[in-house]
Protein backbone atom coordinates (compact mmCIF):
# COMPACT_ATOMS: atom_id res chain seq x y z
CA UNK A 1 0.00 0.00 0.00
CA UNK A 2 1.49 3.24 -1.02
CA UNK A 3 1.87 6.07 1.45
CA UNK A 4 -1.35 7.96 -0.16
CA UNK A 5 -3.52 4.60 0.21
CA UNK A 6 -2.44 3.97 4.09
CA UNK A 7 -4.04 8.08 4.15
CA UNK A 8 -6.99 7.06 2.61
CA UNK A 9 -7.78 3.88 4.48
CA UNK A 10 -7.29 5.53 8.05
CA UNK A 11 -10.16 7.95 6.74
CA UNK A 12 -12.16 5.72 5.71
CA UNK A 13 -11.85 3.11 8.76
CA UNK A 14 -13.01 6.28 11.09
CA UNK A 15 -16.05 6.93 9.27
CA UNK A 16 -16.84 3.30 8.92
CA UNK A 17 -16.26 3.17 12.88
CA UNK A 18 -18.86 5.68 13.39
CA UNK A 19 -21.06 4.62 11.33
CA UNK A 20 -20.97 1.12 12.55
CA UNK A 21 -21.55 3.08 16.48
CA UNK A 22 -24.33 4.47 14.67
CA UNK A 23 -26.18 1.53 13.19
CA UNK A 24 -25.57 -0.40 16.81
CA UNK A 25 -27.27 2.27 18.42
CA UNK A 26 -30.18 3.15 16.44
CA UNK A 27 -31.42 -0.19 15.13
CA UNK A 28 -31.61 -1.70 19.06
CA UNK A 29 -34.00 1.05 19.55
CA UNK A 30 -37.62 0.24 19.63
CA UNK A 31 -40.60 2.78 18.70
CA UNK A 32 -41.04 4.05 22.56
CA UNK A 33 -37.03 4.56 22.83
CA UNK A 34 -36.77 6.42 19.35
CA UNK A 35 -39.69 8.66 20.78
CA UNK A 36 -36.97 9.91 23.48
CA UNK A 37 -35.50 13.17 23.17
CA UNK A 38 -31.91 13.93 23.41
CA UNK A 39 -32.60 16.69 26.03
CA UNK A 40 -35.85 18.67 27.43
CA UNK A 41 -37.63 19.98 23.77
CA UNK A 42 -34.68 18.88 21.35
CA UNK A 43 -34.61 16.22 18.82
CA UNK A 44 -36.37 12.72 19.00
CA UNK A 45 -33.66 10.42 18.70
CA UNK A 46 -36.30 9.10 14.96
CA UNK A 47 -36.20 12.42 13.82
CA UNK A 48 -31.61 11.78 14.28
CA UNK A 49 -31.82 8.38 13.10
CA UNK A 50 -33.68 10.39 9.72
CA UNK A 51 -31.56 13.31 9.57
CA UNK A 52 -28.67 10.99 9.21
CA UNK A 53 -30.18 8.65 7.10
CA UNK A 54 -30.67 12.11 5.06
CA UNK A 55 -27.26 13.71 4.90
CA UNK A 56 -25.93 10.40 4.23
CA UNK A 57 -28.52 9.99 0.97
CA UNK A 58 -26.93 13.33 -0.04
CA UNK A 59 -23.34 11.69 0.17
CA UNK A 60 -24.50 8.91 -2.15
CA UNK A 61 -24.50 12.03 -5.00
CA UNK A 62 -22.30 14.37 -4.01
CA UNK A 63 -19.66 11.64 -4.24
CA UNK A 64 -21.24 10.22 -7.29
CA UNK A 65 -21.58 6.71 -6.21
CA UNK A 66 -25.17 6.03 -7.72
CA UNK A 67 -28.55 7.18 -7.00
CA UNK A 68 -30.30 8.60 -4.07
CA UNK A 69 -32.66 6.27 -1.88
CA UNK A 70 -34.91 8.81 -0.43
CA UNK A 71 -34.36 12.31 -1.72
CA UNK A 72 -38.07 13.46 -0.97
CA UNK A 73 -37.22 12.54 2.29
CA UNK A 74 -34.65 15.59 2.45
CA UNK A 75 -37.67 17.98 3.25
CA UNK A 76 -38.80 16.30 6.58
CA UNK A 77 -35.00 15.80 7.75
CA UNK A 78 -32.66 18.51 6.00
CA UNK A 79 -35.11 21.35 5.47
CA UNK A 80 -37.81 21.19 8.82
CA UNK A 81 -37.09 20.78 12.46
CA UNK A 82 -38.45 17.94 14.06
CA UNK A 83 -42.33 18.07 15.15
CA UNK A 84 -42.94 19.94 11.94
CA UNK A 85 -43.86 17.23 9.99
CA UNK A 86 -45.45 13.69 9.98
CA UNK A 87 -42.36 10.96 10.00
CA UNK A 88 -41.97 7.92 7.70
CA UNK A 89 -42.37 4.75 10.10
CA UNK A 90 -39.44 3.47 11.51
CA UNK A 91 -39.59 0.05 9.51
CA UNK A 92 -39.23 2.65 6.38
CA UNK A 93 -36.57 4.56 8.16
CA UNK A 94 -34.58 1.08 8.90
CA UNK A 95 -34.54 0.15 5.53
CA UNK A 96 -33.78 3.29 4.51
CA UNK A 97 -30.58 4.00 6.52
CA UNK A 98 -29.17 0.02 5.52
CA UNK A 99 -29.76 1.07 2.14
CA UNK A 100 -27.54 4.47 2.28
CA UNK A 101 -25.36 2.85 3.99
CA UNK A 102 -24.52 0.19 1.75
CA UNK A 103 -24.51 2.06 -1.32
CA UNK A 104 -22.24 4.28 0.13
CA UNK A 105 -19.57 1.99 0.95
CA UNK A 106 -20.08 0.10 -1.67
CA UNK A 107 -19.03 2.92 -3.80
CA UNK A 108 -16.54 4.38 -2.01
CA UNK A 109 -14.24 1.03 -1.74
CA UNK A 110 -13.46 1.71 -5.27
CA UNK A 111 -12.71 4.92 -5.44
CA UNK A 112 -8.87 5.40 -6.25
CA UNK A 113 -6.53 7.98 -4.45
CA UNK A 114 -7.34 10.27 -7.53
CA UNK A 115 -11.40 9.41 -7.15
CA UNK A 116 -10.83 11.11 -3.16
CA UNK A 117 -8.76 13.87 -4.40
CA UNK A 118 -11.56 15.17 -7.59
CA UNK A 119 -14.18 17.60 -6.76
CA UNK A 120 -17.63 16.74 -5.22
CA UNK A 121 -20.71 17.21 -7.41
CA UNK A 122 -21.81 20.54 -5.37
CA UNK A 123 -18.67 22.20 -6.50
CA UNK A 124 -18.34 24.03 -9.93
CA UNK A 125 -15.06 23.16 -12.04
CA UNK A 126 -14.34 27.51 -11.47
CA UNK A 127 -14.50 26.94 -8.04
CA UNK A 128 -12.37 23.87 -7.27
CA UNK A 129 -9.50 25.07 -9.31
CA UNK A 130 -9.11 27.98 -6.37
CA UNK A 131 -10.18 25.29 -3.45
CA UNK A 132 -8.99 21.99 -4.25
CA UNK A 133 -9.38 20.84 -0.64
CA UNK A 134 -13.56 21.06 -1.58
CA UNK A 135 -13.05 16.91 -2.77
CA UNK A 136 -14.54 14.28 -2.16
CA UNK A 137 -12.15 13.37 0.87
CA UNK A 138 -13.23 16.80 2.69
CA UNK A 139 -17.37 14.89 2.14
CA UNK A 140 -16.00 12.04 4.19
CA UNK A 141 -14.51 13.97 6.72
CA UNK A 142 -16.81 16.66 7.59
CA UNK A 143 -19.97 13.70 7.49
CA UNK A 144 -17.83 11.61 9.51
CA UNK A 145 -17.70 14.49 12.36
CA UNK A 146 -21.38 15.48 11.56
CA UNK A 147 -22.41 12.05 12.49
CA UNK A 148 -20.32 11.96 15.40
CA UNK A 149 -21.50 15.47 16.88
CA UNK A 150 -25.28 13.80 16.42
CA UNK A 151 -24.03 10.33 18.69
CA UNK A 152 -22.65 12.48 21.05
CA UNK A 153 -26.15 13.97 21.48
CA UNK A 154 -28.23 10.66 21.64
CA UNK A 155 -25.77 9.22 23.78
CA UNK A 156 -27.27 11.67 26.66
CA UNK A 157 -30.26 9.89 26.22
CA UNK A 158 -29.44 6.28 25.68
CA UNK A 159 -26.37 6.35 28.14
CA UNK B 1 1.36 19.50 -3.11
CA UNK B 2 1.40 16.26 -4.09
CA UNK B 3 -1.34 14.04 -3.61
CA UNK B 4 -0.81 12.18 -0.43
CA UNK B 5 -0.16 16.23 0.91
CA UNK B 6 -3.88 16.96 -0.07
CA UNK B 7 -5.17 14.44 1.96
CA UNK B 8 -3.33 15.57 4.65
CA UNK B 9 -4.45 19.13 4.84
CA UNK B 10 -7.75 17.55 4.03
CA UNK B 11 -7.41 16.33 7.52
CA UNK B 12 -5.87 19.23 9.08
CA UNK B 13 -8.61 21.39 7.84
CA UNK B 14 -10.99 19.77 9.38
CA UNK B 15 -9.64 19.27 12.68
CA UNK B 16 -8.73 23.28 12.36
CA UNK B 17 -12.04 23.61 11.70
CA UNK B 18 -13.53 21.67 14.76
CA UNK B 19 -11.03 22.67 16.95
CA UNK B 20 -12.16 26.63 16.13
CA UNK B 21 -15.32 25.84 16.29
CA UNK B 22 -15.00 24.69 20.13
CA UNK B 23 -12.61 27.49 21.30
CA UNK B 24 -15.37 30.07 19.66
CA UNK B 25 -17.98 28.23 22.14
CA UNK B 26 -16.06 27.45 25.67
CA UNK B 27 -14.02 31.07 25.34
CA UNK B 28 -17.32 33.18 24.95
CA UNK B 29 -19.08 31.78 27.80
CA UNK B 30 -18.75 33.70 31.38
CA UNK B 31 -18.67 31.48 34.55
CA UNK B 32 -22.64 31.40 35.01
CA UNK B 33 -22.91 29.50 31.85
CA UNK B 34 -19.84 27.51 31.74
CA UNK B 35 -21.59 26.09 35.01
CA UNK B 36 -24.83 24.79 32.97
CA UNK B 37 -25.29 21.15 31.98
CA UNK B 38 -25.90 19.27 28.32
CA UNK B 39 -28.57 17.56 29.98
CA UNK B 40 -30.11 17.67 32.86
CA UNK B 41 -27.87 15.57 35.35
CA UNK B 42 -25.10 15.20 32.37
CA UNK B 43 -21.73 16.85 32.46
CA UNK B 44 -21.28 20.79 33.22
CA UNK B 45 -19.60 22.75 30.24
CA UNK B 46 -16.65 23.63 32.09
CA UNK B 47 -16.32 20.12 32.88
CA UNK B 48 -16.15 19.17 28.98
CA UNK B 49 -13.71 22.29 28.16
CA UNK B 50 -11.70 20.78 30.93
CA UNK B 51 -12.29 17.10 29.13
CA UNK B 52 -11.15 18.57 25.62
CA UNK B 53 -7.91 20.02 27.12
CA UNK B 54 -7.16 17.04 28.70
CA UNK B 55 -7.75 14.82 25.89
CA UNK B 56 -5.68 16.66 23.91
CA UNK B 57 -3.00 17.56 26.22
CA UNK B 58 -2.52 13.67 25.99
CA UNK B 59 -2.31 14.07 21.80
CA UNK B 60 0.79 16.58 22.24
CA UNK B 61 2.70 13.23 23.77
CA UNK B 62 0.83 10.93 21.25
CA UNK B 63 2.22 12.37 18.76
CA UNK B 64 5.39 13.51 20.13
CA UNK B 65 5.04 17.12 19.50
CA UNK B 66 6.37 18.20 22.94
CA UNK B 67 6.08 18.32 26.70
CA UNK B 68 2.34 17.88 28.25
CA UNK B 69 0.73 21.26 29.87
CA UNK B 70 -1.29 19.69 32.72
CA UNK B 71 -1.03 16.25 33.04
CA UNK B 72 -2.37 16.07 36.41
CA UNK B 73 -5.37 17.61 35.24
CA UNK B 74 -6.02 13.93 33.77
CA UNK B 75 -7.22 12.65 36.90
CA UNK B 76 -9.79 15.35 37.13
CA UNK B 77 -11.36 15.56 33.78
CA UNK B 78 -10.22 11.72 32.14
CA UNK B 79 -10.36 9.51 35.07
CA UNK B 80 -13.16 11.08 36.59
CA UNK B 81 -16.54 12.14 36.24
CA UNK B 82 -18.18 15.47 36.85
CA UNK B 83 -18.87 16.65 40.16
CA UNK B 84 -16.80 14.28 41.62
CA UNK B 85 -13.70 16.22 42.29
CA UNK B 86 -12.97 20.22 42.66
CA UNK B 87 -11.63 21.84 39.26
CA UNK B 88 -9.25 24.38 38.37
CA UNK B 89 -10.45 27.79 37.72
CA UNK B 90 -11.67 29.18 34.67
CA UNK B 91 -8.49 31.31 34.05
CA UNK B 92 -6.42 27.77 34.17
CA UNK B 93 -8.75 26.19 32.10
CA UNK B 94 -9.03 29.15 29.38
CA UNK B 95 -5.11 29.54 29.54
CA UNK B 96 -4.61 25.44 29.32
CA UNK B 97 -6.72 25.25 26.33
CA UNK B 98 -4.84 27.90 24.47
CA UNK B 99 -1.71 26.62 25.17
CA UNK B 100 -2.49 23.22 24.74
CA UNK B 101 -3.99 24.16 21.19
CA UNK B 102 -1.00 26.32 20.07
CA UNK B 103 1.32 23.72 21.34
CA UNK B 104 -0.14 20.83 19.20
CA UNK B 105 -1.04 22.85 16.08
CA UNK B 106 2.97 24.37 16.12
CA UNK B 107 3.92 20.84 16.18
CA UNK B 108 1.31 18.96 13.37
CA UNK B 109 2.19 21.88 10.96
CA UNK B 110 5.97 20.50 10.83
CA UNK B 111 4.96 16.86 10.02
CA UNK B 112 5.94 15.56 6.88
CA UNK B 113 3.67 12.76 5.26
CA UNK B 114 5.81 9.68 6.53
CA UNK B 115 5.47 11.75 10.23
CA UNK B 116 1.60 11.33 10.01
CA UNK B 117 2.33 7.68 9.53
CA UNK B 118 4.36 6.65 11.17
CA UNK B 119 3.56 5.29 14.89
CA UNK B 120 1.94 7.09 17.69
CA UNK B 121 3.68 6.75 21.17
CA UNK B 122 1.13 4.64 22.39
CA UNK B 123 1.49 1.75 20.82
CA UNK B 124 4.64 -0.72 20.00
CA UNK B 125 6.40 -1.31 17.35
CA UNK B 126 5.39 -4.71 17.35
CA UNK B 127 1.96 -3.99 16.94
CA UNK B 128 2.55 -1.32 14.83
CA UNK B 129 3.95 -3.84 12.46
CA UNK B 130 0.51 -6.05 12.23
CA UNK B 131 -1.80 -2.94 12.53
CA UNK B 132 -0.09 0.22 10.39
CA UNK B 133 -3.47 2.14 10.79
CA UNK B 134 -2.54 2.83 14.49
CA UNK B 135 -0.40 6.22 13.18
CA UNK B 136 -0.47 9.68 14.18
CA UNK B 137 -3.28 10.46 11.12
CA UNK B 138 -5.53 8.21 12.96
CA UNK B 139 -5.32 10.30 16.25
CA UNK B 140 -5.79 13.53 14.71
CA UNK B 141 -8.94 11.94 13.39
CA UNK B 142 -10.30 10.32 15.87
CA UNK B 143 -9.92 12.87 18.21
CA UNK B 144 -11.38 15.36 15.97
CA UNK B 145 -14.45 13.31 16.24
CA UNK B 146 -14.23 12.93 20.37
CA UNK B 147 -14.21 16.78 19.47
CA UNK B 148 -17.41 16.72 17.30
CA UNK B 149 -18.99 13.95 19.87
CA UNK B 150 -18.81 16.96 22.50
CA UNK B 151 -19.49 19.79 20.35
CA UNK B 152 -22.79 18.15 19.80
CA UNK B 153 -23.33 18.08 23.30
CA UNK B 154 -23.08 21.35 23.97
CA UNK B 155 -24.47 22.66 21.15
CA UNK B 156 -27.75 21.39 23.29
CA UNK B 157 -26.99 23.71 26.04
CA UNK B 158 -26.41 26.69 24.33
CA UNK B 159 -27.77 27.22 21.23
Redesign the interface.
Known amino acids: ????E??????I??WKA?LSRADKLFTALDVAALEEQ???G?NRLIYLWGHLSATHDRMIELLGVGERVHPEFDAIFLSAPDRSMGLPSIEVIRAWWAKVSTRLNDGITKFS??D??ARHTAVSEEDFAKE??R?R??IL??R???L??????T??ARK
Chains 1, 2 share one sequence.
Do not use: E, K
Not at 1 to 4: I, K
Not at 148 to 153: E, P
Open positions: MGSDMLVAGTATMVAPRVSWLPLNLSLTTNHSYHIGQSL
